[in-house]
């Protein structure tokens, strides 16, 4: 005859509480070793996020103004010769932006590398206000390219810029597309991923970036956020700044004036 | 016949996690570069390498550094003053009177030098000059890059206008530079009235 469960129970009186005293040990000790296991194992002194590197000397910020920018595209001309950036790709462009009754028109020829002409006839007629708008690497606090890159050639450097390892990237161009605000490309010549530097060889050499120094209007502006003196410290009193993409929680820091919801 | 050892599989398998690991860590060694931060998860001399890429513009300040005698800057700083002007008339690199005046009041000030004369290392290495730093696009179109009329533009910066009334009477080709001094486009052209000034030495 089959014992029923009552008689296993009373043979074996011990059995359910010694599984429910296990399940529980186990899962203590599974909690406490998920929790504390990676900080011990971790390597002493070592924080894997990259933010806990910081240069606390400078905090170095980007602020473009749009009701200063004349859509010359001198800067995008400075960025070509000083970083030998090939003809069909851009580290900054402006884009044209032209409010209409009907819509908003948008375009960059060429990445305003020799500027605009004048929209045609039709758009003009239904145009209710322009602007230009200079783009570039947003130097993210919180770089979503950073965290794509699955070999570690793009980082945050101590002193805040987003910058590319070039003999370490594959040019997969995950970071391409990680990138909210379409910065970031692959070097047609070198076949590995490219963007602004916000010109690091020259801003560890005591000079502004290019685009900076090439801006006829001071549309660019580029300083400490730390130096009470810098220009775009007193921006930041003014507190009239805005950032693209703000809800994509990437933190830029490139800053900007007078910028319309149509951009944002 | 030899008697196979009831435990072969687990030293077989031994073995080839020992190979495994082994080649694992030669590998690895080789891979990851010596100077790589495991902190910020970078190699740590692409920074030494991005510092050390030249720099194609000078800004300013560079030009400043062999042309003092022109700089702008300076000549703007000390207008004005006569002594200033007499001390540097022969150095100062520009043939005519007119153009020397023009550069001291000097309404372009703002203006990078390479934007149009093209880049410091085509022109310098160190204190040594390789080539000249000459413009090479003096058509109207680099006037217009910046002033042409677009809609899209601040409405306080200066636009071309043909409303403007020695505008009127344009030629298609007449260049800006005829009236306008690239340096000084606003004084030079009301000191313009007999048109011999740039035009007619370009």
Redesign the interface.
Known sequence: MKPSVTEINKLNPDSRREFLKNLLSGATTATVLMVYGPRILARPGADTRFWKEKSTEREWAYVIDINKCIGCGSCVRACKQENNVPATVFRTWVERYVITDEGVYVDSPDGALEGFEEVNAEIRDHAKTAFFVPKMCNHCAEPPCVQACPVGATFKSPEGFVLNDETHCLGCGYCVQACPYGARFINPEKHVSDKCTWCYHRVQNGKLPACVEACPNKARLFGDLKDPESEVARIFLEDKWMILKDMMHTEPYCFYIGLRREVL | MNKISPRSHLYQLGIVLVVFFTGFVVIRSYAV?AS????????GD??K?????????G??ESCKSCHEEVSLVEVVENQGEEEFVDEFEDEIEVENDEHTEAVMEFE?K???C??CHG?LITHAKGDEKIGDAIVMDKSNSQC???H???????VD?PQFSEDVEKHKDLEEQTLCMKCHDPHDPIEEAELDEDEELLGDEL
């Open positions: 570069p790589w931060n495991y902190n910020a998860w970078y190699r692409t920074l390498d991005l510092k050390k890429l030249p720099l194609n513009y800004g300013n372009h703002s203006l990078n390479e934007s880049p217009m890059i910046c042409g009329q677009l809609i899209s533009r601040p910066f």
